[in-house]
């Protein structure tokens, strides 16, 4: 690179500038900055006349109360059918022996994933009953059931919709790119003020959060069914609507079932989340043991949250897979732990163990079906020869499902005519709160950890986030606007700049500004430590296998736990308050970062390394010089999500001490002021919506300019 | 679609099969709340207790800061009963509680024996020294709210900078108007919210270990007076026409409820209006779940069956 540049001396000045633009352009406006806020007095606030001429919070409050008599019958009555449906569930759920909703529960992992992952159903279903949350695991699940059931009606049928006219395309297009931008809390805002606290609200709120993915991959699967297709079977005679139902939305399936796996894990996260308006289930362990301080009660129910997380997503994923895999038919032998453990003895063992009894368990299933199959067979055989073979055949490749049902039916009627099952032993039980609970005691009031924990804070926040926060509240509105708005209409142009400039308008006339300055520095600092931890944690498992091999498990685990289990690692080992809410942000918001840098790094052409090898680059030059500067695009967007995810955060941390716009959510809740709740999640959404737009336009400039499309 | 044949298959037989198991009887079903301070889910869960071992009720509890919101859930219908409401920190109560000149739609059925007294309070340590830990007296003269303007140095903290720092009320739903309160009486406070109410206690007791000196919002009946020796810092007699800018007046505890709840469950009310529940009774409870960090459920259940004299005479 130095090389090069030296070899086209004539224009280096006009190279550096090229180079060094952005560099330059930073510390001009950093000085501005700095000289603003150094002249600024006072004069920092947003015009209080302004704020008085805008009184958002009280109209909206006036408007509801008296909208209210009108809109609380309906929406109450609404509720009401949700909650009936709701409760029917979960009394099946509950009041059934655990015995048969066990079995129920564990059987399609084992269809769909094979000996494995029922295994693992029966340990993450059994660690409820174990950690004594058997009705709180039932109730979320019962929340998720409905959500999801009516998540997947209504947007298969939008996205059928969507992709049979372009007009609804675009109209659903940008609603569903703003959908997928907001936090997930900002949902419940709406749902907790039009539905009170409980299930209903938390069904509602759901059934939209979870939306997009499955209208978007709807729309998409059918599209992309080839127009070959379709004109085949038009040109056999088939109606469009034909075509449609009979052979454009089978192609689809697949896709489709891609949707509802992304909108389980959607659902999960916001069924748990909306524990914060009540809704009953695993949730509320979570909120109450963090309110309580008691770590290892909030622990317990973060750990029974993660298994039910991974168990959804794993058999959701299996059903997404075209073939089933009972692993019945199959030659090789079962594992069940990684190879590297193959040469000790007693895993060997165990898992022939296993897989032994699971064939047995295999052939008893099939000698049942058999014996299912006798009688209708043999009825018909009577008749038709034919028909019979062929519903034998039918019914002896679904053998799984049979022998299932069979089963789901005998211990149904042992229940009901001999009440042989039990309740759950209370000697099986075993919650381990405790014993962490005194861990924790010891822990924190050791002298070492405190001197850690506190140094580890009080770094952070004397060397990040108060000097920030000073700086960006010291700096006066309409400056910190303008820049904005300046970086918005570069990066993008007029209309992005009037959106940036509209949301500061409205944060500062619903004198939201502190609070929202608050937020900002909360979020860069996350972002900042982020991009420091994350992207070096990249480059190194681009380069290294085993770091790969070893980030790549706890990547996936991190990505499908919902964003409440977070915070209990944090209160646990730095306690309550805005530094912690940061960590908590930082370890939320990490995983993109890391793996898209990664992506990056390694999707970069092979000859890259040739020719700077050439050069005689060492590998590390090659690195800092080529590669990370190449890769630059790829981790952008894994900034961008970085920011989003901050800002989700930022509604929840507030549990811990947080500060910010997400407090102010809190609060308007919790004081029954929908007006300042929904400022406050307005400001949100609003600076959500500002950066998002910025950060992508700003990496799709930097790829263009990279020659990248 | 072999898989969406299945799960309705799955789900026709799971409820022919299962639909029998069903067992609460309609109109015994009640959303209890669980608000944010250990007092009242003790006070709450013994009648929650009543109601599931002797009446039959299934009894769901809904985790809620105290406040205007839960009101605002129980006019609504989303909550049936309120067992502890402290009447000086709820001014909704004189919009909604027809004896406060409210409009009626929530309707106040008894006192629940919980007198209250509210107040800002300092270690002995701060005023007095403590010889035996080395421990020198930095505000001798602190008596009244207005004195620590004088000390303020004494109390900073990150968060207040050079103002002085009170550990106010945890809880902003709560309404305790700390900030106002230090405004109005003209003490250059900062009035900082730990976020819960353990958090609050973890704070205090902290700061006690270490020494330092703090000034801190608490209130009787409570543990924490005998746990660490606190001595209060007095605030302006109560007045109303002053208010925030006075201490709390005293509060007789009380239980309410939406008309429509009871009419609907006379039974329940029955039980709440002879229901009642002493300050030393719910200390000693608060404690037990508090301190020993044990299960509220566990220790209401534990005290009940060995207090059944008490809450025999509570049933309708």
């Known amino acids: 690179m130095q090389d090069s540049k030296a070899i086209s001396g004539s224009t280096s000045t006009d190279g550096l500038w090229s180079e060094y633009r952005h560099w330059l352009i930073g510390a001009v406006v950093l000085v501005i900055s700095i000289l603003i806020w150094k002249a600024q007095g006072g004069e920092t606030v947003f015009p209080e006349s302004w704020i008085s001429a805008f009184p958002f919070a009280d109209k909206v409050n006036e408007f509801d109360r008296w909208m209210r008599p009108f809109l609380q019958p ?12 709701y409760e029917y569930i979960v009394d099946l759920l509950i009041f059934t022996q655990w015995q048969i909703v066990l079995v129920v529960l564990v059987l399609p992992a084992f269809a769909y994933g094979g000996l494995r992952l029922g295994l693992f159903a029966v340990a993450a279903v059994g660690s409820w009953l174990v950690l004594d949350m058997w009705d709180e695991a039932m109730e979320t699940l019962s929340l998720m059931c409905i959500s999801i059931a009516f998540s997947a009606v209504v947007g298969i049928a939008l996205g059928i919709g969507a992709s049979q006219s372009n007009r609804l395309e675009t109209v659903i297009k940008p609603i569903l790119d703003t959908m997928q931008t907001l936090p997930a809390y900002i949902y419940l805002i709406p749902a907790f003020f039009l539905f009170g606290i409980g299930a209903p609200g938390a069904i509602l709120a759901t059934v939209i959060y979870a939306l997009p993915p499955i209208v978007r991959l709807t729309n998409l699967g059918i599209r992309q069914v080839p127009a070959g297709i379709d004109e085949a079977a038009t040109s056999f005679g088939a109606t469009t609507r034909q075509s449609l139902i009979k052979v454009k939305i089978p192609l689809a399936i697949p896709a489709i079932k891609l949707g509802i796996n992304q909108t389980v894990m959607m659902a999960l996260a916001l069924v748990v989340l909306a524990t914060f308006i009540g809704a009953p289930g695993l949730g509320d362990i979570v909120l109450r043991g963090m309110q309580r301080l008691n770590v290892g009660k909030a622990l317990e129910g973060g750990l029974a949250i993660v298994l039910m997380a991974i168990l959804l997503d794993r058999v959701t994923h299996a059903m997404g897979q075209e073939q089933q895999r009972t692993d019945q038919g199959r030659t090789q032998i079962f594992r069940l732990f990684p190879q590297s453990l193959e040469s000790l003895r007693l895993i060997r063992y165990l898992e022939l163990g296993i897989d032994f009894v699971w064939r047995q368990i295999g052939r008893v299933g099939r000698g049942a079906t058999h014996a299912v199959a006798l009688i209708p067979c043999a009825l018909i055989r009577t008749y038709d020869t034919d028909w019979s073979s062929r519903l034998r055949d039918f019914l002896l490749r679904h053998s799984f499902f049979i022998a299932s049902l069979v089963l789901i039916w005998v211990m149904v009627l042992l229940d009901a005519y001999l009440d042989i099952f039990g309740n759950f032993p209370k000697a099986w039980e075993y919650r381990f709160r405790t014993p962490v609970n005194q861990y924790m005691d010891v822990l924190v009031t050791n002298e070492t950890f405190y001197a850690i924990t506190t140094g580890i804070k009080k770094g952070l926040y004397f060397g990040l986030i108060n000097p920030l926060n000073i700086f960006l509240k010291g700096l006066p509105w309409w400056y910190t606007s303008l820049f904005f708005v300046a970086i918005a209409y570069l990066v993008s142009g007029r209309a992005l700049a009037a959106i ?12 939201l500004w502190a609070f929202s300055m608050i937020t900002l520095s909360t979020v860069t600092v996350s972002v900042l430590i982020c991009f420091i931890v994350g992207v070096p944690l990249g480059v190194l498992a681009a380069y290294s296998k085993t770091a790969d091999g070893i980030l790549k498990p706890i990547l996936d685990t991190m990505q499908t736990m919902p964003v409440f289990v977070y915070l209990v690692p944090v209160i646990m080992l730095f306690g309550g308050g805005q530094i912690p809410a940061v960590i908590a942000t930082v370890i939320y918001a990490i995983p993109p970062l890391i793996r898209c840098t990664t992506l990056g790094i390694r999707e970069l052409p092979d000859e890259i390394d040739e020719v700077s090898d050439s050069f005689g680059a060492s590998v590390f030059q090659t690195l800092m010089k080529v590669k990370i500067p190449m890769a630059i695009p790829a981790i952008m967007i894994g900034v961008n999500q970085g920011i989003m995810m901050a800002l989700a955060m930022e509604v929840i941390t507030p549990l811990i001490g947080g500060k910010g716009l ?7 809740m919790s004081t029954a002021s ?8 307005i400001g949100i959404v609003l600076l959500a919506i500002i950066l998002d737009r910025i950060s992508q336009a700003w990496t799709k400039t930097q790829r263009e300019a990279m020659g990248l499309s | 679609m072999k898989f969406t044949f299945k799960a309705v298959l799955a789900a026709a037989i799971m409820s022919v099969g299962l639909g029998a198991g069903s067992t609460v009887q309609a109109g015994k079903r009640l959303v209890l709340p669980d608000l944010d ?15 599931e071992n002797h009446m039959d009720y299934k009894v769901k509890n809904v985790s809620m800061p105290g406040g205007p919101g839960v009101w605002e859930a129980i006019r609504a219908g989303d909550i049936d009963f309120y067992c502890e409401a402290w009447p000086s920190y709820n001014p909704i109560k004189s919009e909604y509680v027809k004896e406060y000149g409210g409009d009626g739609s929530l309707v106040r059925i008894a006192d629940t024996g919980i007198i209250g007294a509210s107040g800002y309070f300092t270690p002995r340590y701060v005023i007095e020294g403590d010889s035996s830990r080395g421990i020198e007296a930095v505000a001798p003269n602190l008596k009244t709210v207005q004195d620590l303007n004088q000390y303020k140095h004494h109390f900073k903290s990150l968060e207040s900078g050079d103002r002085g720092n009170l550990i106010a009320c945890p809880e902003v739903a709560w309404l305790c108007e700390d900030q106002e309160r230090m405004d109005g009486l003209g003490v250059d406070f900062h009035a900082q919210n730990m976020g819960s109410e353990t958090a609050h206690w973890a704070e205090m007791q902290a700061k006690y270990k270490r020494g330092e000196p703090f000034i801190a919002y608490a209130w009787t009946p409570h543990w924490i007076f005998a746990a660490l020796d606190l001595v209060e810092v007095e605030l302006p007699a109560y007045d109303e026409a002053k208010w925030p800018a ?18 609907k469950h006379p039974e329940v009310v029955a039980l709440l209006e002879k229901h009642r529940l002493t300050n030393a009774q719910q200390a000693g409870m608060i404690y037990e779940v508090d301190v020993n960090k044990r299960d509220v459920d566990e220790v209401v259940a534990e005290w009940m069956e060995a207090n059944e004299s008490v809450w025999r005479t509570w049933l309708p």
Do not use: H, Y
Request: aromatic residues 14%; negative net charge; glycine residues 14%.
């Open chain 1, 74 to 85: 309906t929406t109450r009555a609404l509720g009401a059918g949700v909650t009936w449906f």
């Open chain 1, 674 to 681: 929908i007006g300042m709740s929904l400022q406050a999640g």
């Open chain 2, 246 to 263: 006075t201490n709390w007046p005293q509060d007789i505890c009380f239980k309410f409820g939406s008309p429509a709840s009871i009419e």
């Open chain 1, 500 to 511: 940036t400039l509209i949301g500061f308008l409205f944060i500062g006339a619903t004198d």
């Open chain 1, 662 to 668: 997400g407090l102010e959510v809190f609060t308007g």
């Open chain 2, 37 to 51: 301070w250990t007092g009242a889910v003790v006070t709450c869960r013994t009648i929650q207790w009543v109601l």
